[in-house]
């Protein structure tokens, strides 16, 4: 483990369009302990983020959060994944290097034979096109929002959003990325 655990604080402050695809054979697996630091990342993430091993084992996850995502997608992940439930949804993440990748995430609980929490899991996958094309503006409105008006702003909009259409937030993801 390098001596200093990055964060997004660490992360590129010069940022690009420049985006690294997923190829469908292509798998993204990282582990956390409870507080969300790094405790295992595959190669392939590795490849993608842009950072070594040594950088990413006892970094913060929050090192490749991407500016375009909204904050209210992370906290509905949070509050399923420690509530035990699981999180989907598409995420896109910030390289080493200032561009950019997008995933389909699934991101879980890791449970011990006692049924506590002693870590999460996460696990991508190459994000469908056409969820990619109707979460890039919905995303965009959440950041307005929350840049405007605050957070509890976004998670009502999101909330009526999803009533409006008739569907729960893991619904939609899931039927998007199948779409
Ligand atoms: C297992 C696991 C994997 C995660 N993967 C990512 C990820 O790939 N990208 C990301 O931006 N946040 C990811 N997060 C969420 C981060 O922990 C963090 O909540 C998010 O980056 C927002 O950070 P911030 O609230 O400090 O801005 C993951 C969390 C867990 C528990």
Known sequence: MSAKRLS????????????????????????????????????????????????????????????DMPKIAFKLCWDLIQSKREFFGFVKNLRKDGGLYWVFAYITADIDTSGNIIGYSS?????????????????????????????????????????????SYNELVTSLQLS
């Open 8 to 67: 997004k604080l660490d992360a590129p402050k010069v940022l690009t369009n420049d985006e690294k695809v997923m190829a469908e054979s292509d798998m993204i697996v990282s582990k956390t302990d409870l507080k969300g630091f790094i405790t295992y990342a595959n190669r392939t993430f590795m490849d993608f983020c842009g950072y070594s091993e040594d950088e990413l084992l006892g970094a913060n996850h929050n090192l490749i959060r991407h500016p």
């Open 123 to 167: 696990f991508r996958r190459k994000p469908s096109k056409a969820g990619l094309d109707a979460i890039t503006p919905i995303y965009k409105k959440l950041i307005e929002i929350e840049k405007s008006e605050g957070m509890l702003a976004s998670e009502e909009f999101l909330n009526k959003f999803l009533s409006d259409n008739n569907t």
